[in-house]
């Protein structure tokens, strides 16, 4: 089983993840598609957050039950609490040291049909809508 040790740019924030990493995706949803973040999901057991809590900033939207970290100093989103799947953390890829996404397909996730305030908006995640 895999390894990785993961942090912001400045390093303020680091955090260890373990297991091996298989799907990797983007998400529609308005937030990300500015982070612009390439995301893998990783249960709350398999994630450590290295450093202490103060250098991590938090942003809440929508329903508020998503919790967004960013790092306090230089901005960058390491990984967020997942309103989906909440013992869940979604972690960005690119903060992993030596995790290399080529290779991997991209999977799209369809955030942007989760948010209330879309016409025909679910209120939890039940999977792909059928065509
Ligand atoms: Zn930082």
Known sequence: MSEYDGAC???AVQFR????????????CS????????MTSVHEAAFTLVTS?????????????????FCAVCGIYPFHKKRAMPDHYGVNVHCLKGFD????????ASGLEMTVKAEGARETWTGPRQP
Not at 17 to 28: E, H, L, P, Q
Not at 31 to 38: H, I, P, Q, S
């Open 17 to 28: 993840i373990v297991g091996d990493i298989t799907d990797v995706y983007r998400c529609d």
């Open 9 to 11: 740019h400045c390093g």
């Open 53 to 69: 809590e103060d250098k991590l900033r938090e942003y809440n939207w929508n329903t508020g039950v998503a919790r967004h970290f």
């Open 101 to 108: 996404a080529a290779g991997l397909s991209v999977r799209q």
């Open 31 to 38: 937030l990300c598609r500015m982070k612009g973040a390439l």
